[in-house]
């Protein structure tokens, strides 16, 4: 193996205690639970959309047609019960993989109804590779590649969401993007829809529109952070910084635009970088935690 | 070594899948995205497709996700009369709102229009809130 496959290799599976995975299924398992069961009443108006609105994306393409409401209905709450039972690590050989797969199923019947919202996209993928990994039922097991390789796979998700919108960015909008307008326009555009369209808006947003110099350094950073994800696979205090500024920037958004992406803002979304099983210990001491836990290693630091 | 199998075979399905297909394809879809939301080269003149109260004395007054498409989702609410204008369906749209303003919406509404108004985004903000052009595509009364 040359230089940089052993380096990821190494990286990919190092060991972890399966508190870690367990902990992640929590995290990423309650959140998805909870946005089904807070956005419910949305799903089910979407659901009574005119015929005409369906336009069924992403694994339910293949649908010539939506189908009842009560049907989708039937299939929302089967897929809150097994959010109980994932979120539990119970039944977890079919809860696992059945709730990942249900709640992509009802989600992407939620997007295919003339728009495609991107505040869920990573939970979805998460929640996948979670929902088919041992992330339940491994307590005791000593710290094993089993317990590793799913967790690392998580971050470099979160990584390549950033990576592709950065590039989206500097594709799409160009030059522009970066040092003109492009930024300013965007952010009075959305709010000046929400206002017409009867919405919460930023006052904010709309404020900060007149003061054009803002927006240079804002797009900049913008990009930067997105481009920049992968270093946060390096681990240490570059990922720590990184996913400040990457949060930092969701509260951004939430300022300027009132777009919430709430995956993000809680920061579950980056809860693989770290030592997150920390959270279902009480209280524990720095030695102690470094006695039970193992460490998270990046591909540079460990 | 099953799990060295697994774990490169997920690491190159994200690259690959997650990473290099959409950007490639430029395709924006769930759970795949290229995310291109706010990456449009997007000038401060902007069209927007949405429904209004009209009072008495003309004025005009905004109406809500719920009262236009019964969501609670501004850009469902957007796709909603979008979609109506393209396929000559405003006619009915604009019925659908005025029975839902006549049950819950404000008071005073004597009509709804479907309509198209083009603004300049950032003049908005700076005090100038009048449209530079605007499209009505149906007007209906409220029962």
């Not at chain 1, 959010?83 to 059945?98: K, L």
């Not at chain 1, 920390?278 to 720095?286: A, E, K, S, V």
Request: glycine share 8%; aromatic share 10%; hydrophobic share 50%.
């Amino acid at each position: 193996m040359t230089p940089v496959p052993r380096t990821v290799d190494r990286w990919l599976l190092a060991p972890a205690p399966p508190a870690r995975l367990a902990t992640l299924r929590v995290l990423v398992g309650g959140y998805c639970f909870g946005f089904l069961v807070v956005r419910f009443p949305g799903f089910l108006s979407a659901a009574r959309l005119p015929e005409r609105q369906f336009e069924p994306v992403g694994v339910l393409a293949w649908m010539p047609a939506s189908v009842a409401p009560a049907v989708f209905v039937v299939v929302a709450v089967v897929t809150v019960a097994a959010g109980v039972a994932f979120v539990a690590g119970r039944w977890w050989r079919v809860s696992g993989p059945a709730f990942a797969l249900l709640f992509l199923a009802v989600t992407t019947y939620r997007f295919s109804w003339g728009h495609v919202l991107h505040t869920e996209n990573l939970a979805s993928l998460h929640l996948l590779v979670i929902g088919f990994s041992a992330a339940a039922g491994c307590r005791g097991h000593a710290p094993n590649a089993r317990f590793g390789w799913p967790v690392r796979v998580l971050a470099l998700l979160t990584v390549t969401t950033y990576v592709v919108a950065g590039v989206a960015k500097v594709r799409n909008g160009g030059w522009d993007w970066l040092v003109g307008d492009v930024l300013r326009n965007q952010v009075a555009f959305d709010n000046l829809r929400k206002e017409l369209l009867g919405d919460l808006h930023s006052p904010l947003g709309g404020w900060l529109v007149g003061y054009a110099w803002v927006f240079v350094p804002l797009a900049l950073l913008t990009v930067a952070v997105e481009l920049a994800a992968p270093v946060a696979l390096a681990g240490g205090r570059v990922r720590t910084v990184w996913v400040a500024f990457a949060w930092g920037f969701h509260v951004g958004i939430t300022a300027l635009m009132a777009i919430v992406f709430p995956y993000h803002l809680l920061g579950i979304a980056y809860a693989p970088f770290f030592r997150c099983e920390r959270l279902t210990q009480r209280w524990p001491t720095p030695a102690a935690a470094r006695r039970v836990t193992q460490p998270e290693p990046g591909l540079v630091s460990g | 070594m099953a799990e060295r199998v697994w774990a490169w075979a997920a690491v190159i399905a994200v690259v690959v899948g997650v990473g290099f297909v959409p950007v490639l394809l430029e395709r924006d879809s769930y759970p795949l995205s290229d995310y291109p939301m706010f990456s449009t080269r997007r000038t401060a003149e902007s069209s927007f497709n949405t429904a209004v109260a009209v009072g008495s004395g003309d004025a005009v007054e905004r109406l809500s996700p719920e009262l236009i498409a019964a969501t609670d989702e501004v850009i469902q609410a957007a796709a909603t009369v979008s979609d109506a204008i393209a396929q000559g369906q405003t006619g009915t749209l604009c019925t659908d709102i005025a029975t839902r303003v006549a049950d819950g919406g404000p008071d005073g509404v004597v009509a709804v229009e479907v309509v198209t108004e083009r603004f300049d985004a950032v003049a908005w903000y700076a005090g100038d809130r009048q449209p530079l052009g605007r499209v009505v595509h149906a007007r209906c009364p409220v029962p």
